[in-house]
C-alpha cells in the first residue's frame, strides 16, 4: 500500500499545491507544506483541547466538539490540533472543506483589497449589494449551475436556510398555480396573518425519506428523518409524509409505488431527496430510481428539490451528483442533452464545500412578487468570492477528475483488503463509505484512527464515511488504508 | 439647523473616527475622510445601478434592491453608490451596521493573520473549533451578555436562524420539564421520526403578537406578524397564537389580561417580542408592560425570548434595548440588581449590528444532551472577530452615550420641526421614527430623501424609520434634519 508510483503515472493533473508558494510577507508564518505523515504526539482531544472545551463549556456549547484545530498550522490535507498533532483529514469539518486547509489560491485572493470591505462590513445583499456581486453570481456560481437551472438565490449562512428557502420557494410556486392567479385574495392575506387556511396552505405538503437529512430549522427538520436527537421536542409539520427509501435495487419499484400513491393523494408542494443520503448512513440507489421521482413529480406537478448541500462540489467524481441519474441514458446518443434536461430537478440547494449555501432553480420558481424570498443579509459576498475561488481552482486543476481517479484507487483498494469486519463499501469519487459491524465498533474505530493521525467520520448507526478534500491525493489514501489496516488490527 | 456647536461642546467623546488614518499601504485606496455633505449627481438608483440590477435580475432576484453600493468609496457615515453619488446613510443596510462604513478599526484588524485563515476555511465550529473561538466568545461576546445571561450559543448566519435556534431550546426546556426526566422515552423517539405526537409536540405553542417580526424561515415566520407578503402561502404552525400589542398605555392592562389568558389556557414554550416592534412599524409599549409579561411568563413556566436583532447594540442608548425595562425601577436605591435580574428576560436574540448571530440564555436553556442545537458550522468566526472589534470600539468610544446625546439632540430638533404632517415623533436614543399621513406620501418621501442624498428606511404601513450607525453625529442629524425639511416642502 505504502507505493503507488505506477497507478500515479495515470494521473492527468499536476497535484500543484505543495509546490505552489504563499509569497504574501504578511502571511508568512503559515506553513506551505503538508508534512509527509500524520504527526501523533498526544490522545485526540488532547489535554489543551480539553482545557478549551472545558473553558467554552462555561459559557457555550461545547460537548460535540471533537478536538480544537490550529488554523496556523494546517495546511491542505492536513489538520493541526492545538495540542501539536498534524492528522490526515478525511472528514474536512463535517464534508465542508473542498480544497483543504489554507490554499495558496485562497490565501492569495483573500488578500485582495476587494474582500476587504466585505470583511468589515456585511452588506445587505437584497437591498443594495456591490457591484462585484453581479460578477460573482453572473460568472462563477452560475458558471457551476446544474444544467437547466437558470437561476440562484443565495441564502445566509447554512444548508438549512438553503433548504428553508427552497421549500418556501416551492410553496410559493404550487399555490400560485392553484390559484390561477399570481396575486393572493384578501381572503389568503387576511388569513395567513392568524397562520390559518387559505392564506397558509397547512394541508400543503412537503415528502422526504427515511434516513434523510436536510438541516435543523423548523421547515428543514420537519423534512429530516435520520436521527431522534436531531427531531425530538420540537414541533414538527404533523402531516407532511415520510416515504421508504429503497433498501435494495429490487425494492426501488415498490418504494416508487408508494410515491405515486402519495403525490396522488396528497396536496404536494414539494419531494427533497439527497442524492446519496449522507447523514443518514450514506444509502444510495439506482439513477432509474431518481429518473423515476422525476417522472412522478412531473406528472403530479410537484417540485423536485435536490438537496447537494453535502453530495455537492465535486467529492462524487461529478460536480454535483445529481449528475450520475443519467447514467445509462448518456450512451444513447442523440438526444442526450434533451434527456439531461429530462432529469434535472427543479432545484438543487448547496452549502459546506460552496462555503456559501444557497439553490439553483428553474426560473420559473422565481416568486411573482418582489420579497418573498428575503432576508437582511441575503447571502455573504465574502463567502462567495470564497466560492468563486473554489469554483475557479476546481476547473484550472481538474480537481473532479482528479477525485475521479483518486476514488477509484481508494475504493479498489478498500476492496482489495477484504477485511471480515468491513463491509457494504459504497460511493462515488472518494465520497466513499463502509459499515462496521456495531454502532460500538464503529465509534471506537472512529476514535481508534484519530489517535493513529487520521480524522474520518460516522454517519448512520454502524457507517463509516469518508469525505476527504478534493485534493486528496493517492498517497493520502495509503496513508489512510495503512492506518484503517492497523486500526482494524488492533480491534480483532 | 446648521451649526450646532453650543451643543457640541456637551459631547463628552472625542469622535474619533475621522481624524485616524488607515496605514497600511494594502488599503491605501479605501478613503479615510466622510465627505462634508453628500453629493447626489444623478437620481437614486442611477443608470448604472438601473443595469447591474437589469443584469443581476438575469440569475436571480434583484427586484427589492435600492441601489448598488461601492465599498470601495464609502466612508463612516456616508455610503457610495456605483453612479458617484455619496449619500448619509441613515439607514445602514437595514439596520445592521455599528459603525459605519470601512471603520479603521475593523479594517486594521480585518488584516490580521489571525483572522486569514477563517476567511479562506470556514471551520465547522461545533466539531471542531479554533483556540480563538474560546477567547472571542468568554471575552469578547460575553462581555455584552445581558445580566442574567450567562451563556451564549452562536447560530449560521442571520436574524432568522438565531431565532429558530432560541424556538427549539425553548421546546427542549419546557419538554424537560414537563416530563420530569431527562431523557426521552422510547414512545417520543419513535413517534418524532414521523412528525407526531408525543415526540413532536405540535400542540405546543410560541406566542408572538401583532406586528411583529422574527424571521421568515417556517417557525420564525410562524411568530412573525407584520406583513401578508412575508406569510402568504407558506404553511405556518396553526395553533401558535397571536395576541394584540398595546396600541397605548392604557391598552396595556387589557393586553396583559390576554397574554395571562392564553398562557393559561394553552402549552405554551415560550412568548416572544421585540423590545420595540421595529419591522411593523416601531410600536412601542412601556417597561411596566414588558415586566407584566416577565411576570406571566415566569409564573406560567413560560421561556421569554427577547428578539434583539434590530434594537440591540447600542443604537437605543442601550447596549439592549431591553435594560429600559427596568426604567422607573432605578430609582429605588436597594435591590436595584435584583430587579434587573427579575426582569431579565430568559433568552435574547442578536444578530444585525453585532454582524454575528445567535442568542444569549440563561444556563438551563442549554439542552441536556448534546448536538440538539447544532449546525455544520454553528456560527462564523470571521464574523464573530468582527463583533470582537465592533464590542471593544463602542467601549473604548464610548458610543452608546453618544447615541443618548446625538439622539436627544435629533429627537428635540424633529419636535421643533413643528411640522403639521410629521406625526407620533418616537423612540430611544437614535432609533427614532415617526409617521407621514398616508403609505403613498412615505413611499414617495424615502425616495425623495434619498434623491436628496440622504438614505432612511421604512417600517409599518407609514412610518419612517431611522436607523443611523452609532457614530451618527450632530452635525449628521443637521445635515439630515435640512434635507427632510426641504423634502416636506416639496410635498406640500
Known sequence: ??????????????????????????????????????????????????????????????????????????????????????????????????????????????????????????????????????????????????????????????????????????????????????????????????????????????????????????????????????KVDIPAFRNWPVLPFPESEQDETRCLELVEKTLKGNRVAALIIEPILSEGGDLHASPAFFRGLRALTRRYQVAMICDEVQTGVGATGRFWAHEYWSEGLEKSGPGTSTAAAEIAPDMVTFAKKMQASGFFFKPEFLPPQAYRIFSTWSGDPLRALQASVIIDTIAADRLVERVRIVGDYLSQALHGLNHPLIERIRGRGTFLAFDLPSPARRNRFLQDMRNRGVVVGGSGTKTVRLRPALIFDTHHADILLETLASAMASQQ
Open 1 to 230: 500500500m505504502q507505493c503507488a508510483g505506477a497507478f500515479r503515472t495515470r494521473i492527468l493533473t499536476t497535484y500543484r499545491i505543495v509546490t505552489r508558494r504563499v509569497d504574501s510577507c504578511s502571511v508568512s508564518t503559515l506553513p506551505r507544506e503538508e508534512p509527509a505523515r500524520p504527526l501523533v504526539q498526544t490522545l485526540v482531544p488532547g489535554p489543551r483541547s480539553l482545557e478549551l472545551a472545558r473553558e467554552l463549556q462555561e459559557v457555550s456549547e461545547a460537548r460535540p466538539i471533537q478536538f480544537f484545530h490550529d488554523p496556523q498550522q494546517s495546511f491542505g490535507n492536513y489538520v493541526a490540533d492545538v495540542d501539536g498533532n498534524k492528522l490526515l483529514d478525511a472528514f474536512c469539518f463535517i464534508a465542508s472543506l473542498p480544497l483543504g486547509y489554507n490554499h495558496p489560491n485562497l490565501i492569495e485572493a483573500a488578500q485582495s483589497s476587494l474582500w476587504l470591505p466585505h470583511l468589515v462590513q456585511r452588506p445587505a445583499l437584497g437591498y443594495s449589494a456591490p457591484p462585484e456581486w453581479v460578477h460573482t453570481l453572473r460568472t462563477k456560481i452560475m458558471s457551476v449551475a446544474p444544467q437547466g437551472l437558470a437561476s440562484v438565490q443565495m441564502t445566509c449562512g447554512c444548508g438549512a436556510s438553503a433548504v428553508e428557502n427552497a421549500l418556501k420557494a416551492a410553496f410559493i410556486w404550487k399555490r400560485t398555480l392553484e390559484r390561477d392567479c399570481v396575486d393572493p385574495s384578501p381572503t389568503e392575506l387576511e388569513s395567513c396573518m392568524r397562520n390559518q387556511e387559505p392564506g397558509s396552505p397547512n394541508s400543503m405538503v412537503v415528502v422526504s425519506f427515511e434516513h434523510a437529512f436536510h438541516g435543523r430549522l423548523f421547515g428543514s427538520l420537519s423534512t429530516t428523518r435520520s436521527k431522534p436527537i436531531h
